[in-house]
């Protein structure tokens, strides 16, 4: 029986929760799909920094390198300042694992309304393609100067490599799924250097793939069309903080963030890739068991099919869609339900046994 060595990082808040209710989940994919799933618990939080004033212990990185996937929850709490807490689990990991894209899928689920008017399922359905390792997020800059005279500078960076990968990545990723249109966010007017190397090398590898239709937005209007008409997105690709910015934007229009999931890929498959919900640790309701695990759900069929196990992710995701539609089963509260992130992950883990 094949096995998959899966380290699990639940992190903070529903983190904690969201997790363990999807890993029964996959669990239960295994046991239909002749494949066991290994778990190797790494509690690695804000928690750990309070205690030890690191996120991680010093040779984290290097445990997690071999391990055939990471399974994240989120990471951030109050009490400790997000840009430590980040830059000291999350970004790292996506760094280090040079999992340079993060792709998002964008679907209205059977089941869930759009705030939009007259959206049917399906209807909408797109992918962000996020460039995850460059571009806005950097370490880049400093302050200076005192009172009334401070500085700040933040640096981005586009490195030639690091653009014309993820672009790439994209087109490639468009002419698999045979939806042969790529739209490229852009802000071109405003940001005198990295938009125009962008946009410049948006055309060069648009030039390299003639089959594949494109077109590009500033990123202001492509928020405006995604609400005003999301059907006519295929394959959205963005720098780090446009696509971060599209990938909470796409799934607020399909009624929630909390189905939203993720994939930060090695594509090169050097190093673990990581899957994670898109939404983060929810401080709000963290705690009382009533989180939406189809994010997390959702991120682990990413997270299969990384793994081969196909059959398994498709399974996981039909049995998602039974229990939405289900009139007899309760959704969560975000959905307007009544359900807890137990129940509702085990009517998911039922559904899938009997499919
Ligand atoms: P958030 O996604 O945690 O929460 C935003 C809103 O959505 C809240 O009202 C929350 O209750 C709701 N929500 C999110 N997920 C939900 C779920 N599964 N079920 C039901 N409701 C859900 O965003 P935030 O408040 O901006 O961030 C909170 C913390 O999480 C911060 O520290 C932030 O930096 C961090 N964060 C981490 C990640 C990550 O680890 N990948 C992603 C985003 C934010
Ligand atoms: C996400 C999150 C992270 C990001 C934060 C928590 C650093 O918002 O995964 O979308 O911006 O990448
Ligand atoms: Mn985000």
Known sequence: MKRHV??????????????????????????????????????????TYAQTGKMMPDD????????????????????????????????????????????????????????????????????????????????????????????????????????????????????RLDRKHVTSATKSNGLFHSMPFWDERFAAVAAENPDITTDQYHIDILAAQFVMSPERFDVVVGSNLFGDILSDLGPGITGTIAVAPSANLNPERRYPSMFEPVHGSAPDIAGQGIANPIGQIWS???????????????????????????????????????????VFADAVRTKLLEL
């Open 60 to 175: 984290g990185l290097d445990r997690l390198r071999d391990h055939d996937a990471i399974f994240l929850g989120a990471v951030g709490f109050p009490g400790v300042p997000d840009h430590i807490s980040l830059w000291g689990l999350l970004l790292p990991i996506r760094r280090e694992f040079d999992q340079y894209v993060n792709l998002r899928p964008v679907r209205l689920l059977p089941g869930i309304s759009s705030p939009l008017r007259d959206k049917a399922p399906g209807s909408i359905d797109f992918w962000v393609v996020r460039e995850n390792s460059e571009g806005e997020y950097s370490q880049i800059g400093g302050r200076t100067g005192l009172g009334d005279d401070e500085i700040v500078v933040q640096q981005a960076i586009f490195t030639r490599r690091g653009t014309d990968r993820i672009l790439h990545y994209a087109f490639d990723f468009a002419r």
């Open 300 to 342: 682990g069929a990413m997270m299969l099919e990384h793994l081969g196990e196909e059959e398994a992710a498709a399974l996981v995701m039909q049995a998602v869609e039974a229990v939405l539609v289900d009139p007899e089963l309760a959704k969560t509260p975000d959905l307007g339900g009544k359900s807890t992130t137990a």
């Open 6 to 47: 899966i380290a699990c990082i639940p992190g903070d808040g529903i983190g904690k929760e969201v997790l363990p209710a999807a890993m029964a989940v996959l669990k239960a994919a295994g046991e239909k799909c002749s494949f066991s799933i290994d778990v190797r618990q790494f509690d690695w939080s804000c928690e």
